[in-house]
């Protein structure tokens, strides 16, 4: 394996060094963390009630300065793939905040697509344009999402990148999420990388070792405010 690392300067611009890449450093040497907690023998649903907590104790600055950071990487990632159609998610439960990357993304006339659940197909979401214009409505756990308009739906396969909610991921691109199987089901349709599956999450929401079975598909790309890990 080799690294890249990315260390920023004090307006966290990141500058970058060295070779060729499976992880990048975004950060600064303070702001290294201990990347994992050892998730071995632990089950699903621990890994996930313990990964949650940990993600919401970060406190409303914490949060809004590590998304500040991290949306500047994923700004940079969305520009390098020459992405114009991204799906990405409204935070919900902790999640790193999409907010700002939101609107730096519609400033640059780059379209953007929210997951939906799928009115009549179980455990399937629909991804809907989303404009600052937009009618939102809550779903059943409370997450905004564009009222559905049958000609704003986008296939996948017509996405450039999907922008991946998850609750924990280990080193090997192993995602783990909030359960209902929604973006497993997602990104089984992925061929060749296209769209190409991002996931953006908190330097604590990576583990040990995410438990896998045969339906769950490891993300090429994770970005977190310190490290772009490319698997
Ligand atoms: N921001 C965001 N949007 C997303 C997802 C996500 O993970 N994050 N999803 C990714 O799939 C889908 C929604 N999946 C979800 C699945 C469970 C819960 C949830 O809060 N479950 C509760 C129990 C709720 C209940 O039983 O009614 C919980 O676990 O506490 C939330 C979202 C689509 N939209
Ligand atoms: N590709 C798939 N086809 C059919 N069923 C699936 C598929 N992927 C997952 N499932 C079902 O979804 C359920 C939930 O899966 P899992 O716990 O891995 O979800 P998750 O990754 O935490 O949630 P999400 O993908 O919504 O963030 C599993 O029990 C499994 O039966």
Redesign the pocket.
């Known amino acids: 394996m080799s690294i890249t690392r990315f260390m920023t300067n004090s307006s966290n611009r990141p500058l970058t060094s060295t070779s060729s890449a499976r992880i990048s450093y975004f950060a600064t040497p303070s702001e290294f963390q201990e990347p994992l907690f050892d998730s071995t023998d632990m089950s699903?649903e621990n890994i996930?009630r313990h990964v949650r907590q940990e993600r919401n104790s970060l406190s409303p600055e914490e949060q809004s300065q590590l998304a500040l950071i991290a949306s500047r990487h994923m700004l940079a990632e969305i520009q390098a793939q020459s992405a114009k159609h991204v799906a990405l998610y409204v935070t919900h439960d902790g999640e790193l905040a999409t907010q700002k990357l939101i609107e730096a993304l519609w400033e640059l006339d780059i379209t953007l697509y929210l997951p939906r659940i799928h009115p009549f197909s179980k455990?399937n979401?629909l991804f809907v344009r989303y404009d600052r214009d937009s009618v939102m409505v809550n779903n059943q756990y409370g997450i905004s999402e564009p009222q559905l308009n049958v000609q704003h739906v986008i296939t996948v396969d017509k996405l450039d990148m999907i922008i991946?909610?998850?609750?924990a991921f280990d080193e090997h691109g192993n995602?783990?999420?909030?359960?209902?199987?929604?973006?497993?089901?997602?990104?089984?349709q992925v061929v060749d990388n296209k769209p190409l599956a991002v996931g953006f999450a908190h330097d604590c929401q990576q583990v040990s070792q995410v438990p896998?079975?045969f339906?769950?598909?490891p993300l090429p790309v994770i970005i977190t405010p310190t490290r772009r890990l490319a698997i």
């Open positions: 699903r996930r455990g979401l991946t909610p998850l609750v995602r783990m999420g909030m359960g209902g199987g929604y973006y497993d089901r997602t990104l089984a896998t079975d339906w769950d598909i």
